[in-house]
């Protein structure tokens, strides 16, 4: 799913409402840029120097306090070198962006939060290739499980930016010191935790999928991860690529293996009602009853953290925090779900490969980390900079080299499945429809 786009990332925007910022050491007028060039505090920038009074254009998603956030993060880079950034945050990017690139108005770079966009503009011939220099940056910075979603036909397009994990659990660590609940670390003590948990009266789980036309999106989560735990990243590919059919029956079991919780009247839905409430139950909703005692669990991405109420302490010994979503075979590794984008370009000038370069440096990702609410999964990220509890357990995860990382899903299925019949899918199976049929509707839909 896209990071910034949909409406369940609408909240990450919120999240960052009302920060104050002071002006860096270097300034922000272009008048200052001259008089700093040669200055110790750009020392870190004169391998991009020589581009004074250019200017490269960048078109996004983020919008609002996040996109301050964003051009924050570039200022002193800017002062520095004299190139200036022309930023344009848009509700329509994932709908204006082609028709931009279609109609000959390009921006000079883009933050596509989807492979198959990127494939689709590279496929296209529309897309430039990185310059030396960045994809030096970009394959000595970034695992290889990312950079494999910014490449087409053996050609790396996009360098991965930010960042964010879905293979979380929410709970309260207060309420389960309280009932002296341990954090789960595999699935068969996750479940006999829900069963425990279930005959104290409680119900284990709270769930929500309703998100305006984008309803269902959370379910898809949910099966992707399982997925990715019962049968691993190899069939995972194969499933989001559709060299195996949507209904095969390794996906069939994972579904139903996920509708052992979601489907069970016993472990669901906590504060909300049955099973059927999931469907009604806004997103934003969903988590926020373990910190009242009515549910103990929510599985949801890290980016959740900022939907709590203010006041809410987020950390380990707080009134929320999450747990990594457990394995189920240990032979499939540490599978870890999520999502992000990917800095492409349109145009190959020197101060535009000059910023691309940037954008997959260790200055940039340690300058953009200090401002708060973003990680990413570059290498050279020091969590020492990441100041946010649930953010430094993001980058451990990210950063960690025994795991293996997927893309969600749904981000690399074609539009009309992935954001289409998955998500109504979804809805129709928490409704009550089985299993099969809902896999063969969603697997008749894929594109001939």
Not at 54 to 75: G, M, N, P, T
Not at 77 to 82: A, N, P, R, S, W
Not at 158 to 186: C, D, H
Not at 425 to 436: E, F, I
Request: glycine residues 10%.
């Amino acid at each position: 799913m896209a990071v910034f786009t949909r409406p369940r990332q609408a909240f990450v925007i919120a999240g960052v409402l009302g920060l104050a910022f002071s002006a860096t050491a270097c300034g922000t007028g272009n008048d200052k840029k001259s008089d700093k060039a040669g200055s110790a505090e750009c020392a870190a920038y004169e391998k991009y120097q020589g581009h004074d009074g250019k200017k490269v254009s960048i078109y996004a998603s983020i919008r609002d306090a996040e996109a301050d956030l964003l051009e924050k993060s570039w200022s002193q880079f800017t002062d520095c070198t004299g190139i200036e950034i022309a930023y344009e945050g848009s509700g329509e990017f994932e709908a204006q962006l082609p028709v931009r690139v279609d109609g000959g108005n390009a921006p000079d770079i883009a933050f596509v939060p989807q492979p198959g966009l990127v494939k689709r503009f590279a496929d296209a011939g529309k897309l430039k290739s990185l310059s030396a220099d960045t994809k030096a940056l970009a394959e000595q910075n970034m695992p290889a499980d990312w950079l494999k979603y910014g490449t087409v036909n053996g050609t790396l397009y996009g360098v991965p930016l930010g960042a964010n994990v879905k293979s979380f659990v929410w709970y309260s660590p207060k309420t389960f010191k309280e009932k002296g609940w341990e954090v789960p670390t595999t699935w068969d003590q996750l479940i006999a935790l829900s069963d425990k948990i279930a005959a104290s009266g409680m119900k284990p789980w709270c769930v929500g999928v309703e998100s305006g036309d984008a309803t269902g999106w959370p379910a898809t989560d949910w099966i992707e991860d399982v997925i990715l735990r019962t049968q691993g990243p190899e069939v995972y590919d194969q499933w989001t690529t559709h060299s195996i059919p949507f209904n095969d029956p390794k996906i069939v079991d994972a579904v139903d293996r996920a509708g052992s919780i979601l489907k069970n009247e016993k472990y669901v839905n906590g504060g909300f009602g049955g099973v059927k409430s999931i469907t009604t139950t806004a997103f934003q909703e969903a988590g926020l009853p373990v910190t009242t005692g009515k549910c103990a669990m929510h599985r949801q991405a890290s980016f959740y953290a900022n939907q709590f109420p203010q006041g809410t302490k987020v950390a380990e010994d707080g009134d929320a925090f999450a747990f990594y979503f457990p394995a189920i075979d240990p032979a499939k590794g540490k599978p870890v779900l999520g999502a992000g984008e990917f800095v492409v370009a349109y145009a190959d000038r020197p101060e535009v490969q000059a910023v691309q370069t940037y954008l997959a440096s260790a200055e940039y990702v340690n300058s953009r980390a200090k401002l708060g609410n973003w990680v990413t999964a570059n290498n050279k990220l020091d969590i020492a900079n990441v100041a946010s509890p649930i953010d430094k357990l993001s980058v451990q995860i990210l950063q960690d080299k025994t795991g293996t990382f997927r893309f969600d899903g749904s981000d690399l299925m074609p539009a009309a499945v992935g954001a289409g019949t998955f998500w109504k899918g979804m809805v129709d199976w928490l409704n009550g429809k089985q299993t099969a049929p809902v896999l063969q509707g969603i697997e008749s839909s894929w594109p001939k």
